[in-house]
């Protein structure tokens, strides 16, 4: 921090180390230089001393300041005792009022630092909790992203919901559901080994763990059309909203008879993919999920890792049949042949494909 100039100081000192330069906020005086091992960030003080610039900080943890040239820790608002307690407390309630994004922030810290929110603290975040949809989508979903990909996120999350801070985008959600989640994944790390490694992996949309996804899929409003509304509020991806929309479907369908089907389970697989491990984590304990946990961990498993003996080129190429709906249906069901072992070789495809042809006639 420096009292002015931050821009320029940390522009001219990138050039002078050939270190790189990035401009984070021109209008806060907010720069970043990188060097090969490390990054220093550049920014202008807010007032006429530093101490005012720390009462304005959201946590007394972030309101810590080290002197270089008298080598003296400058902490006025007792940061280094919370830290030592393992405490996130507010510096003041206007302060979190002056950008209400730190309301969420205090979770999401929270998580990443296994810290506990202090009880005052808590209280004026659950008071202020209305003022949150003033911030813009992008910054919410941002900040969510990262408390929900924090591993594992769960008793940060039960207490984030109690407060109604993430009430506008997921009405349904309780403490209760997360709490349930929460017993599956334990069940289901204690039945498969590489449980945890599954959910390290980053999903669809390059932004959100297979964790992160597991816990949206609980928190999304139960109905298609008020998920979405929450996910675009939000300003997801739509590679996010796809998956989580597909992994809500899914989940719905193995509430019915369907996902016992083997037409069911491979449109399951074969759209989830990776993301199959997101949905076990939904169900309860039973027969069919242990069916799902069985095939996924089974390499050669004929459903879960089916590999498809044509490709839709080969049967246009073959039986002259032209792209749209009616292959996309063809190859479906070749898939559901093949997984019920109807056939075994890609001579065998072609022919079930051209007795299907014969008997599914294009509508007149």
């Known amino acids: 921090m420096v009292p002015n100039g931050a821009v320029e100081t940390a522009r001219s000192l990138a050039r002078q180390h050939q270190a790189g330069f990035v401009l984070l906020d021109a209008d806060r005086q907010i720069a970043r230089v990188v060097f090969a091992d490390m990054t220093v960030d550049f920014a202008q003080q807010e007032g006429d001393r530093l101490e005012q610039d720390l009462r304005r900080r959201d946590f007394t943890i972030n309101a810590i300041a080290y002197d270089w040239q008298r080598q003296t820790v400058i902490d006025p608002l007792g940061g280094q005792a919370d830290l030592e307690q393992g405490l996130l407390r507010m510096v003041a309630p206007e302060n979190l009022v002056d950008d209400p994004l730190r309301l969420l ?23 202020l909790a209305p003022l949150l949809p003033q911030v813009a989508g992008e910054r919410i979903w941002a900040e969510l992203q990262r408390l929900l990909n924090v591993p594992p ?27 349930t989640l929460a017993d599956h994944w334990q069940q289901l790390q204690a039945q498969a080994p590489e449980w945890p490694h599954w959910f390290t992996a980053i999903g669809p949309g390059g932004r959100l763990s297979h964790l992160a996804y597991a816990w949206l899929t609980r928190l999304l409003p139960s109905d298609r059309d008020r998920a979405l509304e929450s996910l675009l509020a939000l300003k997801s991806s739509r590679a996010e909203q796809r998956s989580l929309l597909q992994l809500q479907q899914h989940w719905q369908d193995c509430q019915t008879s369907k996902a016992a089907t083997t037409a069911g389970q491979v449109a399951l697989f074969q759209t989830l993919g990776k993301l199959v491990p997101v949905l076990l984590v939904q169900l309860e304990a039973s027969e069919l999920r242990q069916t799902l946990l069985r095939r996924y961990q089974t390499p050669n498993d004929p459903i879960a890792h089916l590999q498809p003996l044509v490709s839709g080129t080969d049967l246009q190429v073959s039986l002259g049949i032209r792209g749209g709906p009616r292959l996309g249906q063809l190859l479906q069901d070749l898939r559901v042949a093949q997984a019920e072992q109807q056939f075994s070789d890609s001579a065998g495809a072609i022919a079930f494909a051209a007795r299907w042809l014969q008997e599914s006639p294009l509508p007149q």
């Open 105 to 127: 922030r205090a979770y999401r810290q929270a998580a990443q630092l296994s810290f506990s929110i202090e009880p005052e603290t808590a209280a004026a975040i659950a008071q």
């Open 153 to 179: 996120p769960h008793p940060v999350l039960v207490e984030a919901i109690a407060s109604g801070l993430l009430a506008p985008w997921f009405p349904e959600a309780t403490p209760e559901c997360m709490s």
